[in-house]
């Protein structure tokens, strides 16, 4: 990879960190961009997730500091993604290069389409044995590629945890941190990671995400809204685009 290439790459894990601290979904726009330069598909999807570890704890520290995370109410969470994360990370090593694309292309549709048509009547219900459910089977999916998986995670704690989306946000953040620290364990052990291309894009995932949640944390309850949907929006049009 050559210095221009690493500059847009840096520019561009930048740019969706910032906004990624509110809306998630970094990796549907990352990873494929990473397949562009030649980056083999499991490296992409392993650097990516050690980045993606970096990213999650530049944008929990503000939260942190504001005092809108709960983290004795996400201590069970935080145990049912370790385990699930850990799995889906395992499940990379099984799958082959093409599938990874497949996989990645899907989840970018199913990203999309759930987050468009989910209702938003279901704010402040409270199911938290389906909650527990919903966030294994995505922590299954977020150690395996994460594309969405903070998205749609932020919409779930909204639709069965009863929590609003200041809280929500700030709380996907320090789940993700586990998430993706778990999965990049496994990537790393199975020698997936490019450190130094890695290094330079966690570098780059802290400061985008750490600047992005120090904005988020003074926004209010409709400006998050208009954000996370805006965001959806824009990643729609471009899955048209992509598979057109």
């Given at each position: ?43 992409a999807v392993a650097t990516n997730m ?48 093409q599938s990874i694309k497949l996989i ?141």
């Amino acid at each position: 990879m050559n210095s221009f290439d690493l500059a847009i790459l840096v520019v561009l894990f930048f740019i969706t960190s910032v906004v990624g601290v509110v809306t998630g979904s970094n990796s549907l726009i990352t990873v494929p961009v990473m397949f562009q330069f030649g980056i083999d598909e499991k490296v992409a999807v392993a650097t990516n997730m050690f980045g993606l570890t970096f990213m999650a704890i530049g944008g929990t520290i503000p939260f942190l500091r504001q005092g809108k995370i709960d983290a004795r109410r996400l201590s069970p969470l935080i145990m049912v993604t370790l385990f699930g994360s850990a799995l889906g990370a395992l499940l990379v090593g099984f799958i082959t290069n093409q599938s990874i694309k497949l996989i990645v292309s899907i989840a970018m549709i199913v990203v999309v389409v759930f987050t468009l048509v989910r209702r938003e009547s279901g704010e402040g219900r409270k199911l938290p044995m389906l909650g527990y459910v919903v966030t294994f089977l995505l922590a299954i999916y977020g150690g395996l590629y994460s594309g969405g998986y903070v998205t749609i995670l932020t919409a779930s704690f909204v639709a069965f945890l009863g929590m609003n989306y200041a809280e929500s946000v700030g709380s996907t953040k320090l789940v993700n941190v586990f998430s993706s620290s778990i999965a990049t364990v496994v990537f790393m052990s199975q020698g997936l990671v490019n450190y130094w291309l890695g290094s330079i894009l966690a570098v780059t995932m802290f400061v985008g995400a750490f600047v992005g949640a120090h904005y988020a944390t003074k926004l209010n309850e409709v400006w998050l809204k208009r954000i996370f949907l805006g965001t959806v929006i824009i990643l729609a049009v471009k899955t048209l685009y992509d598979f057109l």
